[in-house]
């Protein structure tokens, strides 16, 4: 049998437009066929590009036409999440405060992209402003989980794993600041890689924690992460935290061989908290590496506990600065009764931020002012620097650490909405990396029995996105089984 | 009671770099509202800021000229406050650890040395502008000025009067321009100065409450608003009252200071390092490749002047006020004009030009070496003293070079005895009465001599052969 092209990887369909078997024009038009044909269920696309969709990749035909070489993701349909600037349409972070906002420029990875000849499709839900772990948070759209229409997709990329799952788009560009990529890739069953921070630009990502957000894609296949990672990876002049390294060969990288390679597990993951189905698919996974001649160590990771107390003080306190630009002076939403400056700015963040974006600022506000920076913000930076000493120390050990993405599989629409910090705990496995600023990529591992997706972290070294996809491109490659197509398909 | 003065300084000035701070813009004063402008100084949703590394070459410059040390590792950080003029509504500034800090400012003042510490040196960003004058209700917003790369020059509570803070502006400014790194003009806003005054009575450790002085248009403003604060202070203090803890405008029209903001509506800024920029590590081989580069200053120049060139110490001083009056002066000397000479030429004759028609040294026409041309025929006795002004004015207004103008005109000095004899004779013959006053002991009556040969050769005749022979010719 073969594939209908919406089920087809990025690497297959880049080498079927490279080789003309196919025309990008084609691969376009199926997947939006695909889009309208279950997106009214999934509700992924929060704007569906259609004419620049066949304007792109009538553009890509073209040079194929002329007989020039095409870039390394021709034709690759791509869904943005809310929050890359892109000159064409909106840019709205899933808020009302950018309900109708137009970006003058593009983000650098957009820019990529656009450079590889990927063709994009739209924009895709999230968290308001990537707040968020189910995407609940969005102020446009209720996004489900295409394994079972009742869950949410994890966030606060949300819309992105739910597009890649359903084969609404092979591609989609995500965000990670706590496990925003990692998580709804879990949730929903397919692969996502937050790099390594400064390894991906940053530049037209709109900011919510400077320190922590990096840039990754959300995949089918781990092949299909290592070549978007390839594209748009690199030293970037607009994005002075953007680090200067060799040029990558990640595709190159996924060899199918583990020889030598150690696993840590740290102890502080395997606990009670971890819902026992979910430990029971990791630990078959971390079987496929022992089974094949990884060494499987125990690595101790100290303070864990503190992690998700140390990233709520950090992501808030840059959060509230960061979005203290939306004040209704020079775009986005300004509340019309306003009379006052101070009006302004209160009536138009009243109305226009959702409630956990105002509870973060709020927050943050908080843990920088004066009296108690101290007692929150500085002891938090300090508590950051032990984490990632704590990873430095069982890097010693091993070469990547694998462990849950998620404390569980996906869960109904509202059952979290009402306790935050229940809904905060979603993130208690994904938050260290961001803190310790390192490479995570989450691999499917199978199936509950209620059949939603669980799904393998795997933890690198900095700037070691290469053993780190090697890695999970084995256990993906060897693991005995295949994740199928969810329910919605 | 006698009250004791303590005041410290704080700088604001635009570096003059050709870019802004964080981005590429322009730093162009003149462009019309909100042309020099991008998403990063407009603060647009996902933008990011990048250091421009010749602001910080500038502020380590002006760090060393100041004597401060060079933190070897330094920091942006964010100030975070509200208002339409921030585009982000958060500064990046620098707070607990600035590029430079703990340097000293030498000054003089009523010819005594005074030490003015320099706690720090910072970098930051520029605000917009705000306009109020749309009409309507309105107010603009101008983010030309969003970005401008500032360097904030705080100084320790060291100065002790009005004076003084006068005599640190001029000082500071000096140096600023001799490092060549701002234009200093206080009407455009590129240097901007406000004061922290306090009294205490004389022997009291502790400072008194402090008022700043902001928003002053030029250093003798900030000196008479300093001199009216004190006075403020000391008239509310002997009278039993307290000052309060504000910031006050000064209005130039009225001569009085107005309280603006009070201390209690003082902002919690809530600083906090700035994640977009990676900390500022300044090594040992950039300090001192800055400081290889830094111009000879305003102080050893002084110095050099009165020794090199034998000048007064007053010479020497007008003459380095500024780096480009320096700088003309030694090209004059430095194109065989005598250096007292030339001193005197600059400082006084084309001086007195320039001010006229409020004009800077580099403006103008008379290049250096066409001085020294002019200076070189008074020497050689091609033309008088008295003529070289003239023939001065006429270069400054056309740029020709002074032979040119004296030999259009015939200004050739007259060396000629024989010419200059005649006319002494003649003179003498006409007038009689004048003749016979001088031999009656009237020694007086030889300037109304020279004045009339003068009048009769237009001004050419050789002033000292016009002596000897007026001399001679009376003796006769």
């Known amino acids: ?489 | 009671m006698e009250y004791e003065v303590v005041i410290g300084m704080e700088v604001h000035v635009e570096i003059n770099s050709k870019s802004k701070v964080f981005c590429a813009c322009p730093t162009d004063f003149h462009a019309p509202p909100n042309t020099n402008v991008c998403p990063i100084c407009l603060g647009m949703p996902g933008a990011l800021p990048v250091l421009n590394r010749d602001m910080v070459d500038k502020s380590i410059a002006v760090g060393l000229a100041l004597n401060c040390t060079i933190s070897r590792w330094s920091k942006m950080d964010r100030k975070n406050y509200f208002y339409p003029d921030l585009a982000k509504n958060y500064q990046i500034s620098q707070y607990d650890l600035p590029l430079c800090h703990g340097g000293r400012l030498e000054i003089e003042v009523d010819g005594e040395d005074r030490t003015i510490g320099i706690t720090r040196a910072h970098i930051e960003e520029d605000t917009a502008r705000n306009t109020h004058t749309l009409g309507g209700g309105q107010s603009g917003v101008d983010f030309n000025r969003c970005g401008l790369p500032l360097l904030e020059i705080v100084t320790e509570p060291d100065i002790r009067s009005a004076k003084e803070a006068y005599a640190y502006l001029t000082s500071l400014k000096q140096i600023l321009q001799y490092l060549n790194v701002s234009d200093c003009n206080m009407e455009e806003g590129s240097l901007r100065a406000e004061a922290n005054i306090s009294i205490r009575p004389k022997g009291q450790v502790e400072f008194g409450v402090k008022t700043e002085v902001k928003n002053v248009a030029s250093f003798s403003g900030v000196q008479k608003a300093i001199e009216f604060e004190i006075i403020r202070h000391e008239k509310v203090l002997r009278s039993g009252g307290v000052i309060e803890q504000e910031t006050r405008g000064w209005d130039a029209v009225r001569g009085v200071t107005v309280s603006q903001r009070k201390k209690e509506s003082a902002h919690d800024y809530r600083y906090f390092p700035e994640p977009d920029l990676t900390p500022i590590v300044v090594d040992e081989a950039w300090e001192d490749r800055i400081r290889k580069q830094l111009p000879e200053l305003p102080g050893a120049r002084k110095s050099r002047f009165e020794t090199q060139y034998d000048l007064s110490a007053y010479d020497a001083h007008v003459l380095t006020l500024s780096r480009a009056v320096a700088d003309y002066y030694e090209a004059v000397v430095a194109a065989k004009a005598d250096p007292k000479k030339a001193a005197n030429w600059v400082m006084v004759e084309l001086q007195a030009l320039l001010s006229n028609d409020k004009m800077e040294i580099q403006e103008c026409k008379i290049q250096p070496d066409a001085l020294a041309s002019l200076l070189q025929m008074i020497d050689s006795a091609a033309i008088n003293g008295k003529i070289a002004k003239d023939v001065l004015v006429e270069m400054y207004a056309s740029g020709l070079a002074a032979a040119v103008i004296v030999e259009k005109k015939g200004l050739t000095q007259i060396s000629d005895e024989s010419v200059i004899e005649d006319a002494v004779r003649k003179i003498l013959v006409d007038s009689p009465e004048q003749v016979a006053q001088f031999k009656a002991g009237k020694e007086k009556v030889l300037g109304f001599f020279v004045g009339q040969i003068m009048k009769a050769t237009r001004g050419k005749a050789n002033p000292k052969l016009v002596n000897d022979i007026l001399r001679r010719e009376l003796k006769k």
Request: charged content about 25%; overall charge negative.
């Open chain 1, 1 to 489: 049998m073969t594939k209908e092209l919406h089920w087809k990887s990025a690497r297959e369909i880049r080498d079927a437009v490279q080789s003309g078997a196919v025309s990008a024009t084609q691969i376009a038009q199926e997947h939006l066929t695909r889009i309208d044909a279950v997106d009214g269920r999934v509700d992924a696309f929060t704007q569906l590009w259609r004419d620049k969709a066949l304007e792109m990749a009538a553009a890509v035909d073209a040079k194929a036409a002329r007989g020039e070489t095409l870039g390394a993701l021709a034709g690759v349909p791509v869904g943005l999440k809310e929050l890359f600037c892109t000159r064409h349409g909106k840019t709205s972070c899933a808020s009302k405060m950018l309900e109708n906002f137009e970006s003058p420029y593009d983000a650098t990875v957009v820019k990529k992209l656009e450079e590889a000849d990927a063709v994009f499709l739209g924009k895709v839900n999230m968290d308001e402003f990537a707040m968020g772990s189910s995407t609940e948070n969005s102020a446009i759209k209720t996004t489900k989980n295409p394994w079972n229409l009742k869950c949410v997709p994890g966030g606060s990329s949300g819309g992105s794993a739910a597009a890649v799952t359903a084969g609404e788009c092979a591609l989609s560009l995500g965000s990670d600041t706590g496990g925003s990529i990692r998580q709804p890739a879990c949730l929903c069953g397919c692969v996502g890689i937050k790099p390594t921070y400064g390894r991906v630009s940053r530049y037209g990502l709109v900011a919510f924690a400077s320190s922590l957000d990096q840039v990754g894609p959300l995949t089918r296949t781990v092949e299909d992460a290592a070549l978007t990672l390839d594209v748009i990876c690199g030293k970037d002049v607009m994005d002075a935290t953007s680090a200067v390294l060799p040029k990558t060969d990640f595709m190159g990288a996924l060899t199918g061989d583990i020889s030598g390679l150690r696993v840590g597990l740290p102890r502080e993951y395997f606990t009670d908290a971890l819902n026992p189905e979910m430990r029971e698919k990791v630990e078959c996974a971390i079987d496929v590496y022992r089974a094949n001649g990884a060494e499987i160590v125990d690595v101790s990771l100290p303070c864990s506990d503190y992690a998700i107390a140390v990233y709520y003080i950090i992501c808030t306190a840059e959060a509230s600065a960061n979005l203290a630009r939306f004040d209704g002076v020079r775009y986005g939403f300004r509340h019309p009764d306003a009379k006052t400056v101070k009006d302004m700015y209160a009536l138009s963040k009243s109305d226009a931020f959702g409630p956990e974006v105002q509870r973060r600022i709020m927050l943050g506000t908080y843990v920088l002012s004066s009296g108690y920076y101290d007692a929150y913000y500085l002891k938090a930076q300090k508590v950051r620097a032990l984490i990632k000493k704590d990873f430095d120390a069982a890097f010693e050990k091993c070469d990547v650490i694998a462990s849950p993405t998620s404390p569980t599989a996906s869960f109904e629409f509202g059952s979290k909405s009402d306790n935050p910090l229940e809904m905060y705990l979603s993130d208690i496995y994904t938050i260290s990396v961001n803190l310790a600023t390192l490479p995570g990529i989450s691999v499917p591992c199978g199936l509950t029995d209620a059949g939603l997706p669980a799904g393998l972290q795997l933890i690198g070294r900095p700037f070691e996105e290469d053993t780190l996809l090697r890695a999970a491109h084995f256990y993906e490659q060897n693991r005995g089984f295949d994740m199928g197509r969810p329910p919605v398909a």
